[in-house]
């Protein structure tokens, strides 16, 4: 009797607790963009009650390091990861993500710009989706171009460029003519130096895999950036990254500033920046060698194939980058907030190019990066600003300090690419390149 | 004359110990007043000191955009948690090796000791795999053992001292008098070494209140502390240094309180004169 009064009482319980939420645990860095994802997601739980999502934030390195070794081990902590454009086709080689199949009938994959797409497919399969994609730009003032008596192209020159930092430099009143990248990292100055050596005709390795900083067109490159930084950067460049730029930029202190183009909203921002107003773009520099100092980056949404909720992670992977998040986006937080560079649609859409000035610079830019020919030879890797292979990251920190030291003036260009040929030969030997 | 030598060498003591403690103190004082700037001030090229504008936005859009108190909750269990475990271990460790040594115990507690020499991403990847085959990642059980297994060295090496300095007489008369050795430690041992076990419990609230290699490699939404707290402001694009100000103001906050409030205890213990 007892047991049987028992066992009804179970399955009544049973029968009416409400079926368990699916959690989707989502691994993301702190990017405004990200955050506006973060306060806006309650409309996708509110569309799917049964999905539950849990976020951790992370810095960029430790986020890194963390779903690597979750990944790597099977531990399946998170459903969703936040990873850039460098990782995507190294991680789905490695049979470490799923590839996406179910983004949804509406998705319109075909709407993601075809150069950013490429950068996410292995093997003609899709890997991971982007959230917000960039390129770089030159972001300059416009009343301190003016004042220099000078009127910047739309496409301007390397030599053009150091012809306006020269005027635009007035080291007494602490404004200087050029803001780029000195602090050493892979993601950091090797960025810009090596979109600067695609557009001097410039190359990492040549088809066979031998290191080429032994060539004078790195040389050229390395000379022409330690004179811009030298002779009209501020004080303590080397150790300036995209954050410090953007700090000095906003704060009037630089005339030019060459960097990503997802910098255009936040100098535009009135609440944010003291030069909102005086802003221009152009499209990054070239040496008329028929490639400028364009890169290729997204952040980008994936599903690591250690999930046990790829349903539910995959449904919000398409939410998240769908033309519906814009739209909310839009309608939330303004169209010039809409995270930038990922759908043709967004650029044909009059609204949005007249809310943003800096998005037809953008769309261009993002268009004319191509991460399978990235310079003007030609060579055995893909990637713009990277090379995707597992030991770049390594061998790029570690080049990226010699070019940091050859700004801050404690080693000679020629020492600097010479430590970096000798650097990345070793690396490369260690590595068993040239491979099948 | 010696009297005017005295005050000197008194006003010059203080004055170095004024200095370091300033010194100590700034880069902390930093973090707070950072926290009340705006992004744009808090990386301006000439700082200002006091004189900016005021604001409260950091803390306000933190507070909107994280779950404070949830990694309070769970600093709170993991330090406090793993302390207390701790203590219950090291107390007959510390006993044993002070009152009934043996020639193996002076090695013992070098061996212990050797442990905190390891860098811990060396046994990184094996702990990950054992937490992940015991389904203790991101669990704070899992965080409180491995705070425990962490702190313990320590907190065996400050009680063993403590105890050393109280006279075993005392012990052995408890015992002539029919004291179990358990009541023998209860009853009379921890009256008198009080100071010094408030001491560890408190460095080790603090040590384990700080840590922040496996608080942040262990867990991911749900047992994540204070320091994964602060971790998530950091932003590689976008200013972020007065919002993580103001992250890390409100982590170190409660720490701070704690540790103004028993700082007399504390000093007590770790001068440790209390039971001489």
Same mark, same amino acid.
């Given at each position: ?33 990200m ?13 799917? /009650?049964?999905?539950?999502?849990e ?7 430790? !986020? ?25 086709? &190294? ?23 075809? #150069? ?9 399969k899709?890997?991971a ?5 960039? #390129? ?25 460029i ?53 060539t004078?067109?790195w ?35 630089c ?5 990503a ?25 070239? $040496? ?36 519906d998040?814009l ?8 169209? $010039?907030?809409v995270? /930038?560079?990922?759908r043709? #649609? ?14 037809? &610079? ?26 995707? &292979?597992p ?22 260009p ?19 390149? /040239?491979?099948? | ?9 008194k006003?010059?003591? #203080? ?8 010194? &100590?103190?700034f ?65 007959? $460790?510390?006993? $044993? ?36 085959d ?8 899992g ?8 702190? !313990?060295?320590?907190?065996?090496w ?56 496996w ?6 939404a749900?047992?994540? /502390? ?8 950091s ?20 720490? !701070? ?20």
């Amino acid at each position: 009797m007892i047991k049987r009064l028992a066992t009804s009482i179970c399955s009544a319980l049973l029968i009416s607790m409400p079926a368990a939420a699916e959690t989707v645990t989502i691994a993301t860095v702190n990017n405004g963009d990200m955050v506006t994802m973060k306060s806006l997601s309650k409309a996708f739980t509110d569309a799917n /009650p049964d999905i539950e999502l849990e976020w951790v934030t992370l810095e960029e390195n430790i !986020l890194r390091q963390r779903v690597t070794t979750d990944i790597a081990t099977g531990s399946g902590q998170y459903d969703v990861v936040t990873i850039g454009t460098y990782e995507v086709p &190294i991680w789905a080689k490695q049979g470490w993500l799923e590839p996406l199949n179910n983004l949804g009938a509406d998705y319109d994959v075909d709407d993601i710009l075809p #150069s950013i797409r490429g950068g996410l497919s292995y093997e003609d399969k899709l890997y991971a989706v982007p959230f917000y994609a960039e #390129s770089s730009m030159v972001i300059y003032r416009t009343d301190l171009i003016e004042k220099a008596g000078l009127e910047m192209p739309k496409e301007p020159s390397w030599d053009f460029i150091r012809k306006a930092a020269k005027a635009m430099t007035n080291k007494d009143e602490g404004v200087y003519g050029i803001c780029l990248r000195g602090k050493a990292g892979w993601g950091e100055n090797v960025a810009l130096l090596t979109v600067m050596a695609n557009s001097f005709g410039a190359r990492w390795f040549d088809e066979q895999w031998e290191p080429q900083f032994d060539t004078p067109e790195w040389k050229k490159t390395l000379e022409v950036y330690t004179d811009l930084m030298q002779s009209y950067g501020p004080p303590g460049a080397s150790s300036n990254g995209f954050n410090e730029n953007l700090a000095l930029f906003q704060t009037g202190k630089c005339g030019m500033w060459i960097d990503a183009t997802v910098a255009g909203s936040f100098v535009t921002n009135s609440k944010e920046s003291s030069v909102a107003d005086k802003v221009g773009f152009a499209l990054a520099p070239d $040496a008329g060698m028929e490639k400028r100092a364009n890169w290729l980056w997204a952040w980008n949404l994936a599903i690591p194939s250690s999930t046990d909720s790829k349903p539910a992670a995959e449904k919000f992977v398409s939410w998240a980058t769908s033309k519906d998040y814009l739209a909310l986006v839009a309608k939330e937080k303004g169209l $010039a907030n809409v995270p /930038p560079g990922t759908r043709a #649609s967004l650029y044909e859409n009059k609204e949005y190019l007249e809310a943003a000035p800096f998005a037809q &610079i953008t769309l261009e830019s993002i268009k004319l990066a191509d991460p399978n020919n990235p310079t003007v030879k030609p060579v055995p890797y893909v990637g713009v600003q990277f090379v995707a &292979i597992p030991e770049f990251q390594g061998l790029g920190t570690a080049v990226g300090q010699q070019f940091s030291a050859a700004v801050a003036g404690n080693v000679s260009p020629e020492q600097a690419l010479k430590t970096a040929q000798r650097l990345a030969q070793r690396t490369m030997r260690k590595a068993g390149y /040239p491979k099948d | 004359m010696r009297q005017a030598q005295l005050l000197r060498q008194k006003v010059l003591y #203080s004055l170095l110990a004024w200095t370091v403690g300033i010194a &100590i103190f700034f880069p902390i004082l930093w973090t707070i007043l950072t926290s009340f700037k705006t992004e744009l001030e808090a990386v301006a090229n000439d700082p200002s000191f006091l004189f900016f504008d005021w604001t409260l936005e950091n803390y306000k859009t933190i507070l909107n955009e994280s779950r404070y108190f949830s990694h309070f909750w769970n600093s709170i269990v993991i330090s406090l948690g793993s302390s207390v475990v701790g203590l219950l271990i090291a107390i007959p $460790a510390a006993w $044993a090796m002070a009152f009934v040594p043996n020639k193996h115990t002076k090695d013992v507690l070098m061996w212990m000791l050797s442990t905190k020499m390891l860098p811990p991403v060396g046994v990184l990847i094996p702990i990950y795999l054992l937490f992940r085959d015991f389904d203790l990642l991101d669990t704070k059980l899992g965080l409180v053992i491995v705070m425990t297994l962490i702190n !313990l060295p320590i907190m065996i090496w400050m009680l063993y001292t403590y105890f050393r300095e109280i006279p075993s007489e005392v012990l052995e008369a408890a015992r002539m008098d029919g004291a179990s050795i358990g009541s023998e430690i209860v009853h009379v041992l921890l009256p008198i070494a009080l100071p010094g076990i408030a001491s560890t419990l408190l460095l080790n609230i603090i040590l384990a209140w700080n840590e922040a290699f496996w608080t942040l490699i262990l867990t991911a939404a749900k047992a994540a /502390p204070l320091t994964a707290f602060i971790a998530s402001y950091s932003s590689p694009e976008g200013l972020f240094y007065a919002k993580l100000s103001a992250a890390s103001t409100l982590a170190i906050a409660p720490i !701070l309180i704690i540790g103004w409030f028993s700082q007399k205890q504390l000093v007590r213990g770790l001068t440790f004169g209390a039971v001489k």
